[in-house]
């Protein structure tokens, strides 16, 4: 498995685990670290804290449901240049700092 792009996540400014794109779809692991902190909690009910990592032929809806919609998409998908069906890319940048408790930051390569 090759990994294309990948973004830290974070909930509640903890780093909570990583998620990748690759060439077999995509993967989002919790963090060793943040599995045993006293403050962890799931970043969705759809992906409870395990030390098993989650794999998907498909953006996991949760982190999809993340991304900006409507006349807001528009101006993200304009202003970066990224085509609206690059999920993962509009993940990266348009929620960076989004509205809840759970927040991406990309990993440069």
Request: glycine share 8%; with cysteine; charged share 20%.
């Amino acid at each position: 498995m090759n990994v294309l792009r990948q973004a830290e996540v974070f909930v509640r400014e903890h780093y909570a685990g990583m998620i990748q794109e690759t060439d077999e779809g995509y993967r989002f692991e919790y963090d060793p670290g943040y599995l045993h902190a006293g403050y962890s909690c799931a970043v969705s009910l759809t992906l409870p804290l395990r030390t098993e990592a989650y794999t998907s032929p498909n953006l996991f809806p949760f982190f999809d449901g993340l991304i900006p919609e409507g006349w807001l998409l528009d101006v993200v998908s304009r202003n970066w240049k990224i085509d609206q069906k690059d999920r993962f890319g509009l993940l990266m940048v348009a929620c960076h700092d989004c509205i809840g408790s759970v927040s991406i930051r990309e990993v440069s390569a």
